[in-house]
């Protein structure tokens, strides 16, 4: 059954993607739910996991090169609620060769504005000192989808005007969603687009302006979503058609069809048809996802993009980073044309742990 599916099919069914340019340059992004003490594990048990990704990633990433020549991205958003500063030193030896980002997690329930936005400068401090952000902006995804206290029954956040804190504390682009079959998903699917916090209700991020050439930034944040669509190829009992939401897990393997699937949705900046983005999100410090993360799942999957897009296709890969995504849609929007590997550091530069 395709769970809370009336928030979003609607606007599934009516959208038209835009037509296939050729070439399209095709944008790769795995933003990672990273949590290392998930599921109450010990410190200990936090290390392991941190030093399994530190030992492994290279290995399976190595393998892989895009058009750029660079190795697959990876973009750790890490919990401030569960801050090791050893975790982050081995990340910060990770994305130091090459690897990856760091960019911030939360999970908070019955918050208020000034508390999120003091933990959110306090992780900031903290981060910065592990060589991490770029000059003092982050990307941000909440923890359990309840971006703006989205969730009907007001949990798992609590603050109405976060977009407003988000804005004001340094937040470039927040990568949450899709989140669906979660009741936080919006109306709005398979979009780049700004949102305007109403500081009196929640949700505010449920429709907005999309992102396009030639335009202006508006509103308070820019909210950058993965692919939402519907799963033919994979159907609940052979019949109904399940939810393709760009999920990376041990329950959710990446075939050739789910990739053609992302692609197929044209995620974009309006106007420019040829530069699609395809952000996919896994939960990657999880035992059960190491495989789908960085084993040899994760190496399929990357088998399948290079031949989807390497393959004398029309699609060319480049493999990006949450920070290097928004700057590629800030260069979009600016009109900015020719090879797009020019445009990876065009507003933010890399953090100094990248320099």
Same mark, same amino acid.
């Given at each position: 059954?395709?769970?809370?599916?009336?928030?979003?099919?609607?606007?599934?069914?009516?959208?038209?993607?835009?037509?296939?340019?050729?070439?399209?340059?095709?944008?790769?992004?795995?933003?990672?739910?990273?949590?290392?003490?998930?599921?109450?594990?010990?410190?200990?048990?936090?290390?392991?996991?941190?030093?399994?990704?530190?030992?492994?990633?290279?290995?399976?990433?190595?393998?892989?090169?895009?058009?750029?020549?660079?190795?697959?991205?990876?973009?750790?958003?890490?919990?401030?609620?569960?801050?090791?500063?050893?975790?982050?030193?081995?990340?910060?030896?990770?994305?130091?060769?090459?690897?990856?980002?760091?960019?911030?997690?939360?999970?908070?329930?019955? +918050? &208020?504005?000034?508390?999120? %936005?003091?933990?959110?400068?306090?992780?900031?401090?903290? $981060?910065?000192?592990? #060589?991490? !952000?770029?000059?003092?902006?982050?990307?941000?995804?909440?923890?359990?989808?309840?971006?703006?206290?989205?969730?009907?029954?007001?949990?798992?956040?609590?603050?109405?005007?976060?977009?407003?804190?988000?804005?004001?504390?340094?937040?470039?682009?927040?990568?949450?969603?899709?989140?669906?079959?979660?009741?936080?998903?919006?109306?709005?699917?398979?979009?780049?687009?700004?949102?305007?916090?109403?500081?009196?209700?929640?949700?505010?991020? +449920? &429709?907005?302006?999309?992102? %396009?050439?030639?335009?202006?930034?508006?509103?308070?944040? $820019?909210?950058?979503? #993965?692919? !939402?669509?519907?799963?033919?190829?994979?159907?609940?009992?052979?019949?109904?058609?399940?939810?393709?939401?760009?999920?990376?897990?041990?329950?959710?393997?990446?075939?050739?069809?789910?990739?053609?699937?992302?692609?197929?949705?044209?995620?974009?900046?309006?106007?420019?048809?040829?530069?699609?983005?395809?952000?996919?999100?896994?939960?990657?410090?999880?035992?059960?996802?190491?495989?789908?993360?960085?084993?040899?799942?994760?190496?399929?999957?990357?088998?399948?993009?290079?031949?989807?897009?390497?393959?004398?296709?029309?699609?060319? $890969?480049?493999?990006?980073?949450?920070?290097?995504?928004?700057?590629?849609?800030?260069?979009?929007?600016?009109?900015?044309?020719?090879?797009?590997?020019?445009?990876?550091?065009?507003?933010?530069?890399?953090?100094?742990?990248?320099?």
């Amino acid at each position: 059954m395709l769970k809370n599916v009336h928030l979003w099919l609607p606007s599934y069914l009516q959208r038209r993607p835009p037509p296939l340019v050729v070439p399209t340059h095709v944008f790769f992004c795995v933003v990672d739910h990273y949590e290392p003490l998930w599921n109450k594990a010990s410190r200990h048990q936090g290390l392991e996991r941190v030093e399994h990704w530190f030992k492994n990633y290279p290995r399976m990433a190595d393998r892989f090169h895009d058009a750029d020549g660079h190795p697959p991205q990876h973009t750790f958003f890490y919990p401030a609620e569960e801050y090791v500063p050893d975790y982050l030193d081995l990340l910060a030896r990770l994305c130091r060769r090459g690897y990856g980002e760091v960019e911030i997690h939360l999970h908070h329930d019955n +918050d &208020t504005a000034e508390n999120f %936005r003091q933990t959110i400068e306090n992780f900031k401090t903290k $981060l910065h000192n592990h #060589g991490f !952000l770029s000059q003092g902006r982050y990307g941000f995804i909440h923890g359990n989808w309840s971006l703006d206290n989205s969730r009907p029954d007001g949990r798992w956040c609590g603050v109405n005007n976060e977009l407003h804190v988000l804005r004001d504390t340094g937040c470039y682009a927040d990568f949450t969603l899709p989140s669906a079959p979660s009741e936080c998903q919006t109306h709005k699917i398979n979009s780049i687009y700004y949102a305007t916090d109403d500081p009196l209700r929640p949700k505010s991020h +449920d &429709t907005g302006v999309d992102v %396009r050439v030639g335009g202006k930034p508006s509103g308070d944040l $820019l909210i950058v979503q #993965g692919p !939402l669509a519907l799963n033919w190829t994979n159907r609940k009992f052979g019949v109904v058609p399940r939810i393709e939401n760009s999920e990376v897990a041990s329950n959710a393997t990446v075939s050739a069809d789910r990739i053609r699937n992302w692609i197929a949705q044209r995620i974009g900046v309006v106007g420019k048809p040829d530069w699609v983005f395809v952000k996919v999100y896994t939960h990657g410090c999880q035992e059960t996802n190491f495989d789908t993360a960085l084993g040899q799942s994760a190496a399929t999957m990357h088998e399948h993009l290079q031949t989807i897009c390497n393959g004398g296709s029309n699609f060319v $890969l480049h493999y990006v980073a949450a920070r290097e995504m928004f700057n590629l849609i800030k260069a979009a929007e600016a009109g900015q044309t020719g090879d797009p590997n020019q445009y990876r550091d065009f507003v933010l530069p890399p953090p100094p742990v990248r320099q």
